[in-house]
Nanobody, 116 residues
């Protein structure tokens, strides 16, 4: 069983930056894709960014050019650097690990609030 723990959320003013981290208790090398999702109140959970084992990335249109996802396989950590934050980025952010053999693993989420 893999434990997934997010950290780095908080309150930031519009235009500010935050960096989220997702730490896995075991090796992440076997996971094909690792991603960050978010869910705002009253809305469905949506994909924010994803990165494959090979390093290919995919971003939601709303965050392209502002967010950057990366992974450190040696440390079993996935990062989400968020710049130029907007109030509409406010949500609970969840880390996801996916493997077609092991299934999905989710973290408990970390709150990001963008407000002046």
């Amino acid at each position: 069983q893999v434990q997934v723990v997010e950290s780095g959320g908080g309150l930031v003013q519009p235009g500010g930056s935050l960096s989220l981290s997702c730490a896995a208790s075991g090796s992440i090398v076997s996971f094909n894709t690792m991603g960050w999702y978010r869910q705002a109140p009253g809305k469905q959970r949506e994909l924010v960014a994803a990165i494959t084992r090979g390093g290919n990335t995919n971003y939601a249109d709303s965050v392209k050019g502002r967010f950057t996802i990366s992974r450190d396989n040696a440390k079993n950590i996935v990062y989400l650097q968020m710049n130029s934050l907007k109030p509409e980025d406010t949500a609970v952010y969840y880390c996801n690990l996916y493997s077609p053999y092991r299934g999905d693993y989710w973290g408990q989420g970390t709150q990001v609030t963008v407000s002046s």
